[in-house]
């Protein structure tokens, strides 16, 4: 079973930053697609960033990396907006398999 453990959320001033990190198995960091997702409340869940892809509106502020040697991928938040408010999430996708996380809670609030 494919587990994702997410952590580095957390209340925050608009301006401020935040670093998630999701931690994994070797087998899933070296085979499956990963990226982030967010979900805010009311809305539906949608992507934030792959290796390869950023949402616009994070484009320029949020930087995504892996640490192959942890197999851990972090998600660097800077300038954090009120409207990045949301649980962030950790996905993993190989073939059929499309995995999540518990999701880690993000407030950007003065």
């Known amino acids: 079973q494919v587990q994702l453990v997410e952590s580095g959320g957390g209340l925050v001033q608009p301006g401020e930053s935040l670093r998630l990190s999701c931690v994994t198995s070797?087998?899933?960091?070296?085979?499956?697609?990963m990226g982030w997702y967010r979900q805010a409340p009311g809305k539906q869940r949608e992507l934030v960033a792959t290796?390869?892809n950023y949402a616009d509106s994070v484009k320029g502020r949020f930087t995504i990396s892996r640490d192959n040697a942890k197999n851990t991928m972090y998600l660097q938040m800077n300038n954090l907006k009120p409207e990045d408010t949301a649980v962030y999430y950790c996905?993993?996708?190989?073939?059929?398999?499309?995995?999540w996380g518990q999701g880690t809670q993000v407030t950007v609030s003065s």
């Open positions: 996905n993993a996708r190989w073939l059929t398999q499309d995995c």
């Open positions: 290796i390869t």
């Open positions: 070797g087998n899933v960091f070296r085979l499956y697609a």
